[in-house]
């Protein structure tokens, strides 16, 4: 892995090209967010969803997805940025890492599905047959992908451009509030639909990789989302309370706090 610099630094080891880089992350995550939500949008509010809705929303989905995630790894290790900006660039990435590969084995688990391949994923026929299974697994998809606004965010604040848009006490606010609706609403919302898509496949819970996808997307949101909606929450109240700003910590303005005071 080659080393890591900081995209907010503002010293010339920070060049245009590694800006782009973020810059393509930022895309990426927001092509991403825009599929999501319309998933979560046709999920919701259509009472009949066809399968050919489902899969003229998925697939451009499942690759947005898989390219966004992909392109933050590579960024990492291919070209020496971290591009979000709450990542410490101390953590050379590790912290990506471990929250990106997961979620591109999920992503693989979801590919028979996705492909429509009826030899290997018995869900295919249930989201042709079944237009409320159709519904929840658009549901699933978005409002487990809707998080990459919040990803986005991240990384224009690395790029920082326009200035003064990206790195103020507005946009900090609105990124940790965001932050908190992902770990307590969407996660919600989203275990709430996988497990209604569990209970009404349960005969064929454990012949189809897509429901193995859901029962570890289970897992994960049990596990960690109530440690993370905590942090969430007492980050923002110390914002909202005038504590701290809410700068992160590889954001352009805490860079150049901190040389002012080394100086």
Not at 126 to 155: D, Y
């Amino acid at each position: 892995m080659r080393a890591l610099h900081d995209a907010g630094d503002p010293t010339p080891n920070f060049t245009s090209g590694q800006r782009v880089v973020c810059s393509i992350c930022a895309l990426l995550h927001a092509t991403l967010f825009l599929h999501c939500a319309a998933c979560v949008y046709i999920g919701i509010l259509r009472d009949e969803v066809s399968s050919f809705t489902v899969y003229s929303l998925l697939r451009p989905t499942h690759a947005a997805w898989t390219a966004a995630y992909s392109f933050d790894l590579v960024a990492i290790a291919g070209f020496g940025v971290i591009p979000f900006s709450r990542v410490p660039p101390s953590s050379n990435g590790r912290d990506i890492f471990f929250h990106h590969l997961p979620l591109l084995f999920i992503q693989a688990l979801f590919l028979p599905l996705v492909r429509g391949w009826h030899s290997t994923e018995p869900m295919v026929g249930q989201v042709s047959q079944n237009p409320e299974i159709a519904a929840l697994v658009l549901q699933i998809v978005g409002w487990s992908g809707i998080s990459s606004l919040n990803e986005m965010v991240m990384c224009m604040q690395r790029v920082d451009a326009p200035r003064g848009v990206w790195n103020t006490r507005t946009m900090y606010l609105f990124e940790m509030s965001y932050k908190a609706c992902i770990f307590t609403v969407n996660g919600t919302c989203s275990l709430v639909a996988s497990m209604r898509v569990m209970a009404l496949n349960y005969v064929g819970l454990f012949s189809s990789p897509f429901c193995y996808a859901l029962l570890v997307g289970c897992f994960f949101v049990v596990a960690m989302y109530p440690g993370m909606a905590r942090r969430s929450l007492l980050k923002l109240h110390a914002v909202l309370m005038g504590g701290v700003d809410g700068t992160p910590p590889g954001a352009p303005a805490l860079v150049q706090l901190l040389d002012l005071k080394a100086a």
